[in-house]
């Protein structure tokens, strides 16, 4: 199993451009969310879902659009890409609740954007 | 909203030297996670701690969930610099369905 993967890795955008960060998961988890990682901020919600066809928002939804066609894939799209959103994009999937009650989030590589 | 705060934010040690992280908050959890983020990775699982008072131990870091289940610590024996990164807790809501909250993280530099 690949696990969870995103792409791109790297990406520079100037101020107004649009984008799809991709993330994609092999392990048929129901559950995936998007986190932004800023410095001093830790790991911050963007969007989720608990299955295909549904999503929700995080803490930190403004700017950014999901959906959810497949159980595999979860984009998130930025439709006017913004100085303030730069930062390192986490996707995460999890086999939503677990034996333990709790989410084990299994974590993507992560998307480091540049907005200029 | 739950707050899971992290103390201390930045720690830098000598090998074989032991230390503690902590991770606090006001409210109470179901289970509480601990993970590890390597620079340029994504965070990875190192623990789920579930019952209040439990204590894990995965080789030489020791977790423990507080009796009350609102707070964890992490205690590392003799810190190598393989030990060296950034240490993120996680608190599963004790009822209904919602989303993890991540304390805002350790980050542990162990020089040789």
């Known amino acids: 199993n690949a696990g969870v993967t995103q792409t791109p890795k790297f990406q520079v955008l100037k101020t107004g451009q649009s984008m799809t960060l991709q993330c994609a998961q092999d392990m048929n988890h129901e559950y995936m969310s998007w986190y932004r990682q800023d410095p001093g901020m830790g790991l911050r919600l963007i969007h989720y879902s608990v299955g295909a066809g549904i999503t929700d928002q995080g803490e930190v939804p403004n700017g950014y659009n999901v959906s959810r066609s497949t159980t595999e894939d979860f984009p998130l799209r930025l439709l006017s890409a913004a100085p303030s959103q730069t930062s390192v994009y986490f996707c995460?999937?999890?086999?939503?609740?677990?034996?333990?009650?709790?989410?084990?989030?299994?974590f993507g590589p992560g998307t480091r954007l540049l907005v200029l | 909203t739950q707050l899971l705060e992290q103390s201390p934010q930045f720690l830098s040690i000598q090998e074989g030297e032991n230390l503690t992280v902590y991770c606090n908050s006001s409210s109470v959890f179901s289970s509480l996670q601990w993970y590890r983020q390597e620079p340029g990775e994504g965070p990875v699982l190192l623990v789920t701690?579930?019952?209040?008072?439990e204590v894990k131990k995965l080789k030489r870091l020791t977790f423990q969930f507080g009796d009350a289940r609102k707070d964890s610590s992490l205690h590392i024996t003799a810190a190598q610099p393989g030990d060296t990164g950034l240490y993120l807790c996680a608190g599963a809501p004790e009822s209904g369905y919602s989303t993890l909250t991540f304390g805002k993280g350790t980050m542990l530099l162990v020089s040789p």
């Open positions: 995460a999937s999890s086999p939503y609740r677990d034996r333990w009650g709790g989410e084990t989030q299994y």
């Open positions: 701690v579930v019952t209040g008072g």
